[in-house]
């Protein structure tokens, strides 16, 4: 009998079309430079589109609901006309409105709440909707596992509370957000935990500090981190895995196949 086929991760492709990303701020914000690298990302693997128009970066300079829907509206239309599910990454439900008349299907929601009016919205348009782990100040004291695995239970009964389809959820154990270099490795490396809450778990660690911290923040250093960190999601059977390059995740994947991991 041959050995059932492993299931990959799908790939979230990373879209910015912001002039202060902390990686790639600025280079994709034109509508044609964002279409072209869409389709780029497409070309390499990528199954989903996540279009963000407000840095999240630590630091980062907020801007208004108006000017967020200005950056993303016509590229969030681009990419839709590219037939494939369309992402948008945002904390406002105006933003997430529009990016969804325009026919995005998923809102990635990086607030760390429960937010009643961007449950509303999504479960409105059928769309899924992204719960983020995502504290407003670090706690160097506590258990960071078992508080994203008490945020997210918390999480999914107030989705339940407000008659959200559970079918249409997905949580993100927020690497990079309200965390230390030490809890966004101890998340990764229990990874597996999140799954007994039997829910789709999205992964958002490309590129992030945790790496540029602990080997350096060059292109090689960065490689290896998302090389490892990719390994390990396949590892604990993440459902998606969020990267700025798809097709470097798409040879992940091929030795992680290869090996059994």
């Known amino acids: 009998m041959e050995p059932e086929e492993r299931k990959m991760p799908l790939l979230m492709g990373i879209l910015n079309v912001t002039p202060d990303s902390f990686y790639d701020g600025g280079a994709h914000s034109a509508p044609e430079e964002a279409l072209s690298h869409a389709k780029k990302l497409i070309q390499d693997g990528a199954d989903i589109i996540d279009i963000g128009g407000?840095?999240?970066?630590?630091?980062?300079?907020?801007?208004?609901?108006?000017?967020?829907?200005?950056?993303?509206?016509?590229?969030?239309?681009?990419?839709?006309?590219?037939?494939?599910?369309?992402?948008?990454?945002?904390?406002?439900?105006?933003?997430?409105?529009?990016?969804?008349?325009?026919?995005?299907?998923?809102?990635?929601?990086?607030?760390?709440?429960?937010?009643?009016?961007?449950?509303?919205?999504?479960?409105?348009?059928?769309?899924?909707?992204?719960?983020?782990?995502?504290?407003?100040?670090?706690?160097?004291?506590?258990?960071?596992?078992?508080?994203?695995?008490?945020?997210?239970?918390?999480?999914?009964?107030?989705?339940?509370?407000?008659?959200?389809?559970?079918?249409?959820?997905?949580?993100?154990?927020?690497?990079?957000?309200?965390?230390?270099?030490?809890?966004?490795?101890?998340?990764?490396?229990?990874?597996?935990?999140?799954k007994t809450l039997k829910m789709p778990i999205l992964l958002g660690a490309s590129n992030k500090s945790y790496i540029k911290k602990t080997i350096g923040s060059d292109e090689q250093s960065l490689n290896v981190g998302n090389t490892v960190t990719i390994a390990a999601a396949v590892r604990d059977g993440v459902d998606i895995i969020r990267v700025h390059d798809a097709a470097h995740a798409k040879k992940v994947f091929k030795m992680c196949e290869k090996l059994d991991i």
Do not use: W
Request: aromatic fraction near 8%; include cysteine.
């Open 54 to 194: 407000e840095s999240t970066r630590p630091g980062f300079t907020p801007v208004s609901a108006e000017e967020e829907i200005r950056r993303t509206r016509d590229i969030v239309k681009l990419v839709c006309a590219l037939n494939v599910p369309v992402s948008i990454d945002t904390t406002k439900h105006e933003v997430a409105r529009e990016a969804l008349k325009c026919g995005a299907s998923i809102i990635n929601d990086v607030s760390g709440t429960v937010n009643p009016e961007m449950t509303a919205l999504a479960k409105e348009y059928g769309a899924r909707l992204v719960i983020t782990h995502a504290p407003r100040e670090i706690d160097e004291e506590i258990n960071i596992v078992y508080d994203v695995l008490e945020f997210f239970e918390m999480a999914l009964s107030d989705l339940s509370y407000l008659e959200f389809p559970p079918e249409n959820v997905i949580l993100d154990p927020g690497i990079g957000f309200g965390k230390t270099v030490e809890q966004n490795f101890d998340v990764i490396r229990n990874l597996y935990e999140l």
